[in-house]
């Protein structure tokens, strides 16, 4: 089993974020005592033995915002589920992850540190609303490093209206500088989102799609191999299960789940997450729906598509792009030869 931990607070809200996440911190205490509950009930109720869970991740929101002392209680709960070599993920930005957090966060066993890092130029920081200056990323990644944080990533976002070749060098250059110290790379291009400052703004993305693959090619010539669209390096296990469709449990403010054919959210709104964690919509996915996720995830990573989900037409289609290079077959997978369209591709051969 794989588990999604959700902390939704932020020190402030980033202009492009459209992820669940509060700034007010007086809720902290309710939140994690509502949490504890919400995960005692699921694991209760899917029958979760000891040693079952192959991969945590705990994301957010921003979970370095967080005080250890609210952690304590959730690690007593999990540590005899995680299994004896998962993978243990949490997210932290770079201006909350002090050190005393991040020794703490290593003795409560987690293994992996997913560092919002964004950008490594002032300029684009202050576009984006980020509260970091790059020194603090530098010293953040030295700091867990030193911790004992082996398996670490940085997250990047790159097509934004500053990123010119000169800005993408910028950004590459920097993060050669600190490579040695990761294992991973998640390099996202801006996404216009609604609710956000940048809702709207179209203009704020570059658009530039031989920028972008310049970016990915550079990404990897630094020693991180693209594995899916938006990521490089060590494989994440935990991201690895979503993309093979595999079942997790979700826990904490809206929260996603997924269980065969079933998905599972909790309460959107924090005081009726507070009131009743355990609570859960289901929705059920048809033979359709299922088909076109594994289309999308699976074009858009190395996990590719089995033969056996699709239907006479589709494997046709699927065969006349074999012919024009873009997808490959090989043990009954069709794998997808260039992430960049991978949507596309998925969309032409939606059931
Ligand atoms: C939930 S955040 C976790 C990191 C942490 N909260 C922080 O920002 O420091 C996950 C990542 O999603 C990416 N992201 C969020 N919104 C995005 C958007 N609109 N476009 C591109 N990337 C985005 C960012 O790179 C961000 O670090
Ligand atoms: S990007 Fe991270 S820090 Fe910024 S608002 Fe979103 S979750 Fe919070």
């Not at 005692?40 to 929101?61: C, E, H, M, P, R």
């Not at 490579?179 to 998640?186: A, D, G, P, T, W």
């Given at each position: 089993m794989h588990l999604y931990i959700h902390i939704p607070f932020c020190e402030s809200k980033c202009h492009y974020c459209s992820f669940t996440?509060?700034?007010?911190?007086?809720?902290?205490?309710?939140?994690?005592?509502?949490?504890?509950?919400?995960?005692?009930?699921?694991?209760?109720?899917?029958?979760?033995?000891?040693?079952?869970?192959?991969?945590?991740?705990?994301?957010?929101?921003?979970?370095?915002?967080?005080?250890?002392?609210?952690?304590?209680?959730?690690?007593?709960?999990?540590?005899?589920?995680?299994s004896q070599n998962s993978e243990n993920t949490i997210e932290a930005n770079p201006k909350s992850s002090i050190d005393s957090w991040l020794k703490n966060m290593k003795n409560f066993g987690l293994n992996r540190i997913s560092f919002g890092a964004q950008s490594f130029h002032s300029k684009k920081l202050e576009f984006l609303g980020r509260q970091h200056t790059q020194k603090e990323l530098f010293e953040s990644v030295e700091n867990a490093k030193k911790n004992g944080f082996e398996n670490i990533n940085l997250d990047l976002i790159y097509d934004t209206k500053f990123d010119d070749k000169k800005m993408l060098d910028f950004e590459l250059l920097?993060?050669?500088?600190?490579?040695?110290?990761?294992?991973?790379?998640?390099?996202?291009?801006?996404?216009?989102?609604k609710n956000t400052a940048f809702a709207n703004c179209f203009h704020f993305k570059k658009n530039a799609p031989r920028l972008m693959k310049y970016f990915i090619e550079q990404i990897q010539i630094l020693g991180f191999k693209q594995y899916e669209i938006s990521n490089f390096g060590r494989i994440c296990k935990h991201n690895l299960a979503y993309w093979q469709g595999k079942d997790y449990i979700g826990c904490g403010l809206s929260a996603v789940g997924f269980l065969k054919n079933q998905r599972f959210y909790t309460a959107k709104n924090l005081k009726t997450y507070i009131l009743n964690p355990s609570l859960r919509q289901i929705e059920n996915l048809n033979q359709k729906e299922l088909c076109l996720e594994r289309l999308f995830l699976g074009f858009r990573s190395k996990v590719g598509v089995h033969k056996k989900i699709l239907n006479t037409i589709q494997i046709q289609k699927a065969n006349e792009l074999v012919a024009n290079k873009k997808l490959e077959l090989k043990n009954n997978r069709f794998y997808n030869l260039n992430f960049l369209i991978s949507d596309e591709l998925a969309l032409y051969l939606a059931p």
């Open positions: 996440s509060l700034k007010k911190k007086d809720y902290e205490e309710a939140y994690f005592k509502a949490l504890l509950e919400d995960l005692k009930f699921q694991f209760d109720y899917f029958k979760l033995s000891k040693n079952s869970i192959q991969t945590l991740f705990i994301g957010g929101g921003t979970p370095s915002v967080v005080e250890e002392k609210f952690y304590e209680k959730i690690f007593n709960f999990l540590a005899p589920y995680l920097h993060l050669e500088k600190i490579k040695k110290n990761l294992k991973h790379v998640s390099a996202y291009h801006l996404s216009i989102e």
